[in-house]
Structures are given as structure tokens and as C-alpha cells.
């Protein structure tokens, strides 16, 4: 039988989330079924669930970080057991057969696209899909990671399995490691795990922010200097000495003030998508000193496990404050002043207990 979820959704771009209640199907033969424990808030959920994005279909369950306990498995499944801790991120599908899917990039799958984990096409139950603001999912296993940090640090877990991967996977990529110097632009959601991952990678971190009062937060996390990157004089000091820079901003701004900071072959690699374009790079800037401006999105299933072994391994997890579901309307208030080190985790308890 279809398992009654609880959870909280929006109706309409302009109205509060609030509880809504559907029915999960059954798992099939290669489906995981999870108990979610813990969800974390992104930035994405509230683009999408306020319609800031386009394609919106409501009503619009939210939540792609998410950390439950698993509770039946299909017949077929072999990678997971009835009490296990799973993680589910930012897709729960693809068309698996394109290069991309093959070669474990399923976040640009060429066919299909990337089934979302929330407000994406349901192949399997029709309609579209919903999210971690509820307390159970059930996922084909092909999409479910494998958790194995302590039980006590899983509502801090659930923030890697988005901003974890969508730093982990350039850093990665671009070969990151022992004496590089690698910036970090923006100490966010995203910035914070950034920091954490390339500082545990070897490298010497530098934070790029437009705050003064984050450079002790900034040094806390693992950065080794602190730039604040309206000081010109500063910045100018650290011209064409930067092997990578990860640029976690999602909001406009001036692309060249960071990118001259490379040395020769460097790269900058944009993870934030502004609502507006950012102002064009001058050519000249990548011309002469053969610099590249890359993006990059998230990370494939097999990079996203491997990131969360790596964050086991190094004792990382995100800096969260936890909350009641009930309280998902103000948390989406206070993201937008950035009122939250450094990201809000759901307590799916609450869901359960409500009335």
C-alpha cells in the first residue's frame, strides 16, 4: 500500500508553506524506502518554492539534503538494509544511458536531464516529484548514498549532500591539493563547506568576502588569510598568485576583480547562479595569462559518495541550526538577511509529532 506522508509544501509562489499531506508509492524492486531524520534548507528551495525560478509546479514540495534511516528495500536492492543511514540529494533519477550517466555524471544527463529530488518529472508515479520537507521519500537505489558518519552528527550531515557536493566536486575536478593557493569568494551556505573541504585537501585557504566581521568565523573554519574584497589594496597584493578560486556567490558582481588574482592556467569556477548575468569579463583578463572561467553543478552519484567517505574520513560536516518544520516560513526570511551559520537543518521529528 501507498505510505501516507506528512509534509509542508507551497501551494502558489506568493503563499507560506505550509502542511500538506500525499501518498508515497510502494518501493518497487530497486527502490529504498527512508524515514527521513533531517533535511537541510537551500537557497534553491526557496527560488523555487516562492516561483523566483522558472517552472515551478506546485504544489511544490521542497528539500534535496536530505539523512534518514531506511525502513524496506526491493527485492532487488543490494547496496542498502532495513536500518541503515541513507543520504538522498539533489536528483533521484536519469536516463542512465547517455554518456554522461555512464560515465557517473548523471547531473548533466544529455537525455533527460537530471530527474530533481523535488519539482522534477515522477516517472514512476507521474506528476512531479517531491522533496525532504516530508517525512518519508522512497528512491531507486542507483540515487542513494551510502552514510557513515556517527548517528550524532547526521543533521549536520544532511547540508553536504548539496552544498558538500556542489563545492566537493570543483575542488576535486581542478585537482586541488597539498601547496596550491586556492580563494574561496563568499563564506555562505556553500563558502563555509568550501573552506572546510580545500583546507582538508591540503591547500592554503584564502576567503574572499565582502563582511569584515566573518574573518574570525572564516579562520574557525580551516582559511589560513582573509580578504575583504572591497580593500583594492589588498587585493591587488594577491595578483596573479592563485592556482583555483571557487566562486560560491549567487549574486551579480564584478568577475574580473577575481579573476586577475590567477596565475597563469588558473581557474575560477562559478557555483552560484545570479538571478541577473554578471557583468562580461574583459577578454583580456583570460588572454593574457591563459586563465579559465568555468561552472560547475553539484556532482555525479559516484563523487557524491566519494565525498561524504572523504568528509567521514576528515571529520567535516556543515555548521547548521536546527529547526522545526514549522518554522521553515521565518527560516526563508532570515536566509535572506543571511541571518544563519550556516545552514538550517530540519528536524523531521517535528513533522511527527505535530497534530
Known sequence: MPTPTK????????????PFSFDRRDPGPDDV?????????????L???????????????????????????????DRFAVGDIAGVGCMVGSCGH??????????????????GTYNGPDPQSGGHTFGGYSDHIVVDQGFVLKVRHDEKDLAAVAPLLCAGITTYSPLRHW????????????????GHMGVKIAAAMGAHVTVFTTSPDKRDDALRLGAHDVVVSRDEDRMATHRGTFDFILNTVAAPHDLDAFLALLKRDGTMTLVGVPAEPHPAPNVGTL???RRSLAGSLIGGIPETQEMLDFCHQHGLTADVEMIPMQEINTAYDRMLKSDVKYRFVIDMQSLRDAA
Open 33 to 45: 524506502a527512508i524515514d527521513i531524520l533531517f533535511c537541510g534548507v537551500c537557497h534553491s528551495d
Open 7 to 18: 509534509s509542508f509544501a507551497a501551494q502558489a509562489a506568493d503563499t507560506p508553506l505550509a
Open 175 to 190: 585537482k586541488v591539493g597539498p601547496g596550491q593557493k586556492v580563494g574561496i569568494v563568499g563564506l555562505g551556505g556553500l
Open 98 to 115: 547517455c554518456p554522461s550517466c555512464r560515465d557517473g555524471e548523471q547531473q548533466y544527463c544529455e537525455t533527460t536531464g537530471m530527474v
Open 287 to 289: 588572454v593574457f595569462g
Open 47 to 77: 527560488h523555487t518554492a516562492r516561483g523566483e525560478w522558472p517552472g515551478t509546479l506546485y504544489p511544490c514540495v521542497p528539500g534535496h539534503e536530505i539523512v534518514g534511516r531506511v525502513v524496506a528495500v526491493g527485492d532487488r536492492v
